[in-house]
T-cell receptor, first 114, second 109 residues
């Protein structure tokens, strides 16, 4: 079955360490997205990619980095520069990039930094 | 900006009908989506409107008025399991997707 997989589900890190969250999809979707969700809040866009080897900053890109070397993969690195990294991170993909088709979400990664 | 506005919280009783509204800026509009999200889980797709009118899917319906920048999600015959956050988001011709903050619905017995 096709889908979008995020790993790990829970991640714990010490402050000052970089950490990379994995996102893989086998839906053959062109567009991929990373969102951050804090308790009681909506989804805020970190980065998005409309095509391989291209990506754009979202609303809260500071302290994060991404790569899109393969269509299937869109890993997110949370760097030590991100001031408040503890959050629930959601990866999503869609057929096109202009909101004409639904987003397919992964199950999320809950990152805790102490 | 591309503000999407939804009520923060709503409550209703089991068996009732509830309407969750969503308003948005109309420039570059490219479709309006509704998602359900239970606490700690990923959002799941409920419905999509690109043309004006009502889309019905079982107990869930969604309505769109493009000229007014307005949509609503209608939930009928509410069940306890419908207690969740409901997110609306709109597509944009600029390639971006804009989410509302979500409406937390609590269904009481």
């Amino acid at each position: 079955d096709g889908g979008i997989t995020q790993s790990p589900k829970y991640l714990f890190r010490k402050e000052g360490q970089n950490v990379t969250l994995s996102c893989e999809q086998n839906l053959n979707h062109d567009a991929m997205y990373w969102y951050r969700q804090d308790p009681g809040q909506g989804l805020r866009l970190i980065y998005y990619s409309q095509i391989v080897n291209d990506f754009q900053k979202g609303d809260i890109a500071e302290g994060y980095s991404v790569s899109r070397e393969k269509k299937e993969s869109f890993p997110l690195t949370v760097t030590s520069a991100q001031k408040n990294p503890t959050a629930f991170y959601l990866c999503a993909s869609s057929i096109g990039s202009q909101g004409k088709s639904p987003l397919h979400f992964g199950n999320g990664t809950r990152l805790t930094v102490t | 900006g591309q503000n999407i506005d939804q009520p923060t919280e709503m409550t209703a009783t089991e068996g009732a009908i509830v309407q969750i509204n969503c308003t948005y800026q109309t420039s570059g509009f490219n479709g309006l989506f509704w998602y359900q999200q239970h606490a700690g889980e990923a959002p799941t797709f409920l419905s999509y409107n690109v043309l004006d009118g009502l889309e019905e899917k079982g107990r869930f319906s969604s309505f769109l008025s493009r000229s007014k920048g307005y949509s609503y999600l209608l939930l009928k015959e509410l069940q306890m399991k419908d207690s969740a956050s409901y997110l609306c988001y709109r597509g944009s011709t600029l390639g971006r997707l804009y989410f509302g903050r979500g409406t937390q619905l609590t269904v009481w017995p």
